[in-house]
């Protein structure tokens, strides 16, 4: 009874006091919808001003709550990640309780929209502005079974020299239209080969791989995002006269686009900065009968070379519902590094750890992927359910380890097994 008064008397005491447009909800849509719906952004409106937010409020709380905006797919399970999207419960009830006060503007200035310092990229590349590649207003029919169109497209940097790549911006003329892009560096030209194959169209049809690399190697953005940026203390090493390579997914907004991309590159490694590879674990392919909706695939790799993992990049189709990534070092302790439990490839964008996670020599990552092949998973491209067999040799799933060797001496040798690793899968017969 005691204890009830109390509450009673406390919950008096702090009653809390009505939120306001300007002091409380501004700042909480600036901060988490902001970068996707303004200018520029993926969203499919503006949440600036005042009557944005106020003529769609209930509507927001709704998404919010249930988990849809701000678009993220990370479980909270694994290692902590750089610029986590999330609006927290409290935010979210914020605006319920503004939405209760009849949704007051309140007193004060509107908060200042700040529009960020003028940085100059090292290099650039683009596609050719004069010939875009056109997305129609309507959707090919792919479009209906889930599959949003994609298209690959060369972006030539011209660096005469090597460089130090530390982080990656993109934009494009057709931001709510774009939803994921994947981007390999490519020094071989052998992108250039493939879009060369149709000279009058800008891009080609086909995946962003090169040879053995899957696209994404060097980053992967969701939509909204336009930034890849190692963490500190990491570079890309990058040889002169490379092509960006975009892997472009894009669906139909409703009018006709015009698709036209660039790329900057920024080299600000610090002293002592190191060098970043690609590991990458992988099902090359995939057999699953019609309606078999808990298949399971996984894959382990012995690492033969101390490295720091600093992030992942997460690839695999709407069959797939569900993925996981974990490390197990020789006394069995198992670390989870990345889970998603509600797979959606549109989200799968690189990630980034806080810290960078140690794997000695010997310790194994494992990998494993959950695809449900019925009717049950609403994003499988499959219905009805039908028998799949898909390969590919940069796999059907992966996950793309981004990591640097502890001994900066062992990079070529752990060069020379990763590439052994992907070539043994690909004579592998499963
Ligand atoms: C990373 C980019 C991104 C962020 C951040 C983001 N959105 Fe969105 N939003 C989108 C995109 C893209 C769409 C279009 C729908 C789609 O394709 O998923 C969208 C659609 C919406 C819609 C319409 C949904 C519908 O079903 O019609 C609402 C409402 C919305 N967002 C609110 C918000 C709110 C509120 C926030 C912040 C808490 C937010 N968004 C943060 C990208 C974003």
Not at 300 to 313: C, E, K, N, R, S
Not at 374 to 391: G, M, W
Request: hydrophobic share 40%.
């Amino acid at each position: 009874m005691i204890e009830i008064l109390l509450a009673t008397v406390f919950a008096q005491q702090e009653e809390p006091r009505v939120p306001t447009w300007k002091q409380d909800v501004h700042e909480i849509i600036l901060s988490n919808c902001m970068p996707c719906h303004s200018s520029g952004g993926a969203g499919a409106f503006h949440l600036l001003r005042y009557e944005d937010v106020a003529g769609r409020a209930s509507f927001i709380v709704e998404l919010t709550r249930n988990g849809v905006m701000p678009p993220w797919k990370v479980d909270d399970s694994g290692l902590p990640v750089h610029h986590k999207r999330g609006i927290s419960k409290e935010e979210i009830e914020t605006i319920q309780r503004w939405i209760d006060a009849g949704k007051p503007e309140g007193d004060g200035a509107e908060i200042a929209i700040c529009g960020g310092g003028l940085v100059i990229p090292d290099a650039t590349g683009h596609t050719n502005p004069d010939t875009p590649w056109i997305i129609p207003a309507e959707s090919a029919a792919r479009w209906h079974k889930g599959i949003r169109d994609k298209r690959t497209f060369v972006l030539p940097i011209n660096n005469p020299n090597p460089m130090k790549v530390t982080s990656l911006k993109f934009s494009t003329t057709a931001p709510r239209a774009v939803q994921m892009v994947c981007f390999v560096f490519d020094h071989q030209g052998r992108a250039r080969m493939f879009d060369g194959w149709d000279p009058d169209e800008p891009g080609y049809e086909m995946m962003g791989d090169i040879g053995w690399v899957p696209s994404g190697a060097h980053g992967k953005i969701g939509p909204g995002s336009g930034v890849v940026s190692l963490p500190h203390g990491f570079h890309w090493e990058v040889p002169p006269n490379i092509d960006v390579v975009a892997e472009t997914h894009f669906r139909p907004t409703g009018k006709i686009e015009q698709l036209s991309l660039s790329v900057d590159l920024f080299e600000d490694a610090i002293e002592g900065s190191r060098a970043v590879q690609e590991i990458v674990s992988m099902i090359r392919r995939i057999v699953i009968e019609a309606d078999d909706d808990a298949f399971v695939a996984t894959e382990h790799l012995d690492i033969p070379i101390a490295v720091d993992v600093i992030g992942i990049t997460p690839r695999a189709g709407a069959e797939c519902s569900g993925m996981n990534i974990s490390s197990t070092n020789s006394e069995g302790t198992k670390q989870l590094l990345l889970s998603y439990s509600d797979w959606d490839p549109h989200y799968g964008e690189t990630v980034f750890f806080t810290k960078p996670f140690r794997v000695m020599k010997g310790d194994t990552i494992t990998s494993a992927w959950n695809f449900n092949n019925s009717d049950s998973n609403p994003r499988n491209p499959f219905v009805p359910a039908q028998f799949i067999d898909l390969a590919r040799k940069t796999g059907v799933a992966n996950f793309v380890l981004h990591v640097a060797p502890v001994q900066v001496e062992q990079a070529s040798d752990l060069y020379e097994w990763n590439l052994s690793m992907l070539r043994k899968r690909q004579r592998a017969v499963q």
